[in-house]
């Protein structure tokens, strides 16, 4: 079974930094492609950033120079760095693992709020 744990959302002021954190369970880390969506109020999920299993990565237009994905497969984990935070980042972000058969597993999401 799948299990996403996100963690490290919070309120931060305009300009500030976070760093999220998913810690993956019940797959073979390593395999998958691994990435961060977000979903304002009133908007859909958009993805944010994706690393696949070979480390490459992609980002929203919106987020390119502002945040960066990594992972470490020795901690089964993926991290999103994100600076220069802007209001409208303001989101719930949740961890997303997608195997090469395309299956899409989601954890539970963590609240991000950039206000000052």
């Known amino acids: 079974q799948v299990q996403l744990v996100e963690s490290g959302g919070g309120l931060v002021q305009p300009g500030g930094s976070l760093r999220l954190s998913c810690a993956a369970s019940?797959?073979?880390?390593?395999?998958?492609?691994m990435a961060w969506y977000r979903q304002g109020p009133g908007k859909q999920r958009d993805m944010v950033a994706a690393i696949t299993s070979g480390g490459t990565t992609t980002y929203a237009a919106s987020v390119k120079g502002r945040f960066t994905i990594s992972k470490d497969n020795a901690k089964n984990t993926v991290y999103l760095q994100m600076n220069s935070l802007k209001p409208e980042d303001t989101a719930v972000y949740y961890c997303?693992?997608?195997?090469?058969?395309?299956?899409?597993?989601w954890g539970q999401g963590t609240q991000v709020t950039v206000s000052s």
């Open positions: 997303n693992a997608k195997s090469s058969d395309n299956r899409h597993s």
């Open positions: 019940g797959i073979i880390f390593s395999f998958y492609t």
